[in-house]
Protein backbone atom coordinates (compact mmCIF):
# COMPACT_ATOMS: atom_id res chain seq x y z
CA UNK A 1 0.00 0.00 0.00
CA UNK A 2 1.39 3.71 -0.96
CA UNK A 3 0.16 6.21 1.31
CA UNK A 4 -0.40 9.96 0.98
CA UNK A 5 3.39 10.62 1.47
CA UNK A 6 4.79 8.68 -0.88
CA UNK A 7 2.50 10.28 -3.13
CA UNK A 8 3.46 13.29 -2.41
CA UNK A 9 7.76 12.13 -2.85
CA UNK A 10 6.64 10.53 -6.45
CA UNK A 11 5.18 13.68 -7.52
CA UNK A 12 8.40 15.90 -5.99
CA UNK A 13 10.79 13.36 -8.59
CA UNK A 14 8.44 14.30 -11.75
CA UNK A 15 7.84 18.33 -10.99
CA UNK A 16 11.68 18.43 -10.47
CA UNK A 17 12.23 17.25 -14.00
CA UNK A 18 9.34 18.73 -15.43
CA UNK A 19 8.61 22.50 -13.15
CA UNK A 20 9.91 25.76 -12.94
CA UNK A 21 11.83 26.20 -9.42
CA UNK A 22 9.17 28.46 -8.57
CA UNK A 23 6.75 25.92 -8.60
CA UNK A 24 8.75 23.43 -7.32
CA UNK A 25 9.26 25.95 -4.39
CA UNK A 26 5.73 26.35 -4.02
CA UNK A 27 4.96 22.30 -4.05
CA UNK A 28 7.06 21.64 -0.77
CA UNK A 29 5.36 25.45 0.82
CA UNK A 30 2.08 23.88 0.49
CA UNK A 31 2.73 20.10 1.88
CA UNK A 32 4.36 21.80 4.62
CA UNK A 33 1.06 23.82 4.96
CA UNK A 34 -1.26 21.37 4.12
CA UNK A 35 -0.02 17.81 4.17
CA UNK A 36 -2.52 15.36 2.65
CA UNK A 37 -5.30 17.32 2.96
CA UNK A 38 -4.54 19.23 -0.66
CA UNK A 39 -5.95 16.40 -2.50
CA UNK A 40 -9.78 17.77 -2.33
CA UNK A 41 -9.53 20.87 -0.02
CA UNK A 42 -11.47 24.01 -1.07
CA UNK A 43 -8.60 26.09 0.62
CA UNK A 44 -10.21 28.58 2.55
CA UNK A 45 -6.55 29.65 4.02
CA UNK A 46 -5.44 30.88 0.33
CA UNK A 47 -2.55 28.37 -0.38
CA UNK A 48 -2.18 28.07 -4.18
CA UNK A 49 -2.90 25.73 -6.06
CA UNK A 50 -1.79 27.27 -9.96
CA UNK A 51 -0.45 24.31 -12.04
CA UNK A 52 -2.90 21.61 -11.75
CA UNK A 53 -1.59 19.57 -14.67
CA UNK A 54 1.23 19.12 -11.52
CA UNK A 55 -1.34 18.44 -8.76
CA UNK A 56 -2.92 15.43 -10.79
CA UNK A 57 0.52 13.46 -10.24
CA UNK A 58 -0.39 13.61 -6.88
CA UNK A 59 -4.53 13.47 -6.96
CA UNK A 60 -5.22 11.51 -9.26
CA UNK A 61 -2.26 8.63 -8.70
CA UNK A 62 -4.06 5.40 -8.93
CA UNK A 63 -2.12 3.93 -6.36
CA UNK A 64 -4.27 6.30 -4.10
CA UNK A 65 -7.03 3.82 -4.62
CA UNK A 66 -5.65 1.29 -2.52
CA UNK A 67 -6.38 3.85 0.79
CA UNK A 68 -8.68 5.76 -0.40
CA UNK A 69 -10.68 3.23 -1.50
CA UNK A 70 -12.73 5.62 -4.23
CA UNK A 71 -15.32 2.46 -5.30
CA UNK A 72 -16.18 1.50 -1.66
CA UNK A 73 -16.56 4.77 -0.74
CA UNK A 74 -19.07 5.29 -3.60
CA UNK A 75 -20.61 1.54 -2.99
CA UNK A 76 -21.43 2.67 0.67
CA UNK A 77 -23.14 6.13 -0.29
CA UNK A 78 -25.79 4.04 -1.84
CA UNK A 79 -26.27 6.85 -4.75
CA UNK A 80 -29.84 7.07 -7.13
CA UNK A 81 -28.68 6.90 -11.20
CA UNK A 82 -30.26 10.50 -11.16
CA UNK A 83 -28.72 11.95 -7.96
CA UNK A 84 -27.23 15.54 -7.96
CA UNK A 85 -24.05 15.39 -6.24
CA UNK A 86 -21.86 18.05 -4.74
CA UNK A 87 -17.88 16.93 -4.48
CA UNK A 88 -16.79 20.29 -2.87
CA UNK A 89 -12.83 20.81 -2.77
CA UNK A 90 -13.22 18.54 -5.93
CA UNK A 91 -9.41 19.54 -6.89
CA UNK A 92 -8.65 17.45 -10.19
CA UNK A 93 -11.50 15.57 -9.71
CA UNK A 94 -10.72 12.61 -8.67
CA UNK A 95 -14.27 11.40 -6.65
CA UNK A 96 -16.13 13.91 -9.12
CA UNK A 97 -15.33 11.66 -12.46
CA UNK A 98 -16.08 8.51 -10.46
CA UNK A 99 -19.68 9.34 -9.17
CA UNK A 100 -20.34 10.62 -12.75
CA UNK A 101 -19.68 7.37 -13.67
CA UNK A 102 -22.21 5.83 -10.88
CA UNK A 103 -25.02 8.61 -11.95
CA UNK A 104 -25.41 8.70 -15.72
CA UNK A 105 -29.04 10.56 -15.45
CA UNK A 106 -28.02 12.60 -12.62
CA UNK A 107 -24.91 15.66 -12.12
CA UNK A 108 -21.84 16.05 -10.30
CA UNK A 109 -21.14 19.54 -9.24
CA UNK A 110 -17.48 19.67 -8.89
CA UNK A 111 -16.08 22.71 -6.39
CA UNK A 112 -13.49 24.36 -5.85
CA UNK A 113 -12.29 27.90 -5.33
CA UNK A 114 -8.62 27.76 -7.17
CA UNK A 115 -9.62 28.39 -10.59
CA UNK A 116 -7.12 26.79 -11.70
CA UNK A 117 -8.40 23.79 -10.66
CA UNK A 118 -11.95 24.51 -11.59
CA UNK A 119 -10.44 25.30 -15.69
CA UNK A 120 -8.77 21.75 -14.91
CA UNK A 121 -11.87 20.10 -13.90
CA UNK A 122 -13.68 21.39 -17.21
CA UNK A 123 -11.34 20.52 -19.42
CA UNK A 124 -11.24 17.04 -18.15
CA UNK A 125 -14.91 16.27 -18.27
CA UNK A 126 -15.25 17.87 -21.91
CA UNK A 127 -11.94 16.06 -22.63
CA UNK A 128 -13.49 12.59 -21.50
CA UNK A 129 -17.21 13.44 -22.40
CA UNK A 130 -18.24 13.31 -18.83
CA UNK A 131 -21.06 16.17 -19.60
CA UNK A 132 -22.77 15.46 -16.05
CA UNK A 133 -20.14 16.96 -14.45
CA UNK A 134 -20.23 20.65 -13.72
CA UNK A 135 -17.28 22.76 -12.43
CA UNK A 136 -17.94 25.23 -9.69
CA UNK A 137 -16.12 27.96 -8.73
CA UNK A 138 -17.04 28.78 -5.08
CA UNK A 139 -16.21 30.70 -2.34
CA UNK A 140 -14.72 30.00 1.23
CA UNK A 141 -17.60 30.57 2.58
CA UNK A 142 -20.25 29.41 -0.32
CA UNK A 143 -19.61 26.53 -2.59
CA UNK A 144 -22.16 28.78 -4.98
CA UNK A 145 -24.28 25.82 -6.00
CA UNK A 146 -26.64 26.14 -8.80
CA UNK A 147 -29.36 23.70 -7.48
CA UNK A 148 -30.19 21.53 -4.68
CA UNK A 149 -28.43 18.24 -3.95
CA UNK A 150 -29.03 15.20 -3.28
CA UNK A 151 -25.33 14.83 -1.51
CA UNK A 152 -22.49 16.69 -0.69
CA UNK A 153 -18.90 15.61 -0.36
CA UNK A 154 -15.37 16.72 1.68
CA UNK A 155 -12.98 15.01 1.49
CA UNK A 156 -10.05 16.13 3.36
CA UNK A 157 -11.36 19.52 3.63
CA UNK A 158 -13.56 19.78 6.71
CA UNK A 159 -10.49 21.72 8.96
CA UNK A 160 -9.46 24.56 6.15
CA UNK A 161 -13.21 25.98 6.35
CA UNK A 162 -13.63 28.89 9.01
CA UNK A 163 -16.41 29.63 10.96
CA UNK A 164 -17.72 26.11 9.72
CA UNK A 165 -21.15 26.11 12.31
CA UNK A 166 -22.36 29.43 10.00
CA UNK A 167 -21.19 27.83 6.84
CA UNK A 168 -22.61 24.32 8.15
CA UNK A 169 -26.10 26.42 8.73
CA UNK A 170 -26.15 28.18 5.04
CA UNK A 171 -25.58 24.90 3.53
CA UNK A 172 -28.47 23.60 4.48
CA UNK A 173 -30.34 25.73 1.85
CA UNK A 174 -28.40 23.56 -0.65
CA UNK A 175 -29.72 20.52 0.75
CA UNK A 176 -32.82 18.49 -1.21
CA UNK A 177 -35.40 16.74 1.21
CA UNK A 178 -33.04 13.66 2.74
CA UNK A 179 -30.01 14.61 1.36
CA UNK A 180 -26.30 14.16 3.11
CA UNK A 181 -23.19 15.69 3.75
CA UNK A 182 -20.53 12.78 3.91
CA UNK A 183 -17.32 14.25 5.71
CA UNK A 184 -13.78 12.03 5.32
CA UNK A 185 -10.71 13.45 6.90
CA UNK A 186 -7.60 12.08 8.30
CA UNK A 187 -8.09 10.48 11.57
CA UNK A 188 -5.60 11.64 14.27
CA UNK A 189 -3.73 8.17 14.86
CA UNK A 190 -3.20 8.26 10.64
CA UNK A 191 0.21 7.49 9.81
CA UNK A 192 -0.86 9.51 6.99
CA UNK A 193 -2.12 13.14 6.09
CA UNK A 194 -1.35 16.30 7.33
CA UNK A 195 0.48 17.45 10.64
CA UNK A 196 -1.87 15.97 13.52
CA UNK A 197 -1.89 19.82 14.34
CA UNK A 198 -4.04 20.29 11.69
CA UNK A 199 -6.61 17.62 12.17
CA UNK A 200 -9.61 17.51 13.79
CA UNK A 201 -11.05 14.19 15.62
CA UNK A 202 -13.98 12.96 14.42
CA UNK A 203 -15.93 13.32 17.81
CA UNK A 204 -15.61 17.04 16.96
CA UNK A 205 -17.14 17.03 13.56
CA UNK A 206 -20.12 15.56 15.01
CA UNK A 207 -20.15 18.04 17.84
CA UNK A 208 -20.08 20.85 15.32
CA UNK A 209 -22.50 19.31 12.95
CA UNK A 210 -25.04 18.69 15.72
CA UNK A 211 -24.58 22.75 16.56
CA UNK A 212 -24.94 23.32 12.89
CA UNK A 213 -28.19 21.35 13.13
CA UNK A 214 -27.13 17.97 11.64
CA UNK A 215 -27.18 14.27 12.73
CA UNK A 216 -24.56 11.38 12.47
CA UNK A 217 -26.85 8.69 10.39
CA UNK A 218 -24.34 6.43 9.35
CA UNK A 219 -20.10 6.30 10.28
CA UNK A 220 -18.21 3.55 7.97
CA UNK A 221 -14.88 2.07 9.78
CA UNK A 222 -13.29 0.38 6.38
CA UNK A 223 -10.96 3.46 5.49
CA UNK A 224 -7.51 2.28 7.08
CA UNK A 225 -6.35 6.08 7.50
CA UNK A 226 -9.56 8.62 7.41
CA UNK A 227 -12.88 8.44 9.36
CA UNK A 228 -16.15 8.49 6.91
CA UNK A 229 -19.49 10.15 8.72
CA UNK A 230 -22.72 10.76 6.90
CA UNK A 231 -24.73 13.50 8.18
CA UNK A 232 -28.40 14.68 7.79
CA UNK A 233 -29.81 18.03 8.23
CA UNK A 234 -32.16 17.67 10.95
CA UNK A 235 -36.09 18.29 10.29
CA UNK A 236 -35.25 17.38 6.64
CA UNK A 237 -37.55 14.89 6.02
CA UNK A 238 -36.30 12.15 3.61
Known amino acids: MRGYNSLVQSALQKMSKAASPQIVVAFLGLIGLLGGVAAQSPDTHQHSFSGAEHWAHVFDDPKRDAWQKPHEVIEALALKPDAVI????????YFAVRFANMVPKGRVYGVDIEPDMVKYLAERAKRE???NIVAVTGAPDDPRLPEKVDLILMVDVFHHIDERERYFRKLRQSLKPGARIAII???LDSPEGPPKAARVASERVIAELKGAGYTLAREHSFLPHQYFLVFAAQGNPS
Do not use: E, H, Q
Open 86 to 93: ADIGAGTG
Open 129 to 131: KRN
Open 185 to 187: DFR
